[in-house]
């Protein structure tokens, strides 16, 4: 397919990376879109190369629970993306106070936590060395901020709901 700011975008390489199952919700979520806007299907891919397919499974399960647990609405839950373990304890804890939460769910997150921070960590990696540029603190920080907005955005739109 060849867009209209003249770029050769072979949905074939992205989609390689995926099942049968997420290549089918990507479909869906490429339908959706603004074909005439070229820059949705460029940063959905650009968006595909950050991650390893096991750290979208991960990061849905850690966005899955949040939902589940219904402490904030979901346009709040990037916070939960790159939030430590122990400010999430604190966190849960101040808002103990305005109702009770389950305690083996908060546990479950808790786990998760840790783990999709440092997800987030080196997809922002990969995505300043995917542009050639300077790898450093500012760019990485730059980085991850884009990459918590797509993320919630794709998860919003069921692009990892499998």
Do not use: H, W
């Amino acid at each position: 397919m060849i867009l209209k700011s003249g770029v050769n975008l072979s949905t074939n390489k992205v989609m390689n990376l995926f099942e049968d199952k997420i290549r089918k919700k990507i479909k869906e979520v490429l339908y959706e879109m603004n074909l005439e806007n070229s820059e949705d299907v460029i940063n959905l891919g650009e968006y595909l190369k950050c991650f390893k397919k096991s750290e979208l499974k991960v990061v849905n399960e850690l966005l899955s629970k949040i939902r589940n647990l219904g402490v904030v609405n979901m346009f709040q839950a990037g916070d939960f993306l790159f939030m430590t373990k122990q400010y999430f304890l604190d966190f849960m804890r101040l808002k103990s106070y305005e109702r009770e939460y389950d305690e083996n769910e908060v546990e479950e997150i808790s786990d998760l936590i840790g783990e999709v921070r440092e997800i987030m960590i080196r997809a922002g990696v990969r995505m300043v060395e995917n542009k050639n540029a300077d790898t450093n603190v500012r760019s990485v920080q730059g980085a991850i901020k884009v990459l918590i907005r797509s993320t919630l955005k794709y998860y919003m739109k069921g692009l990892f709901k499998i």
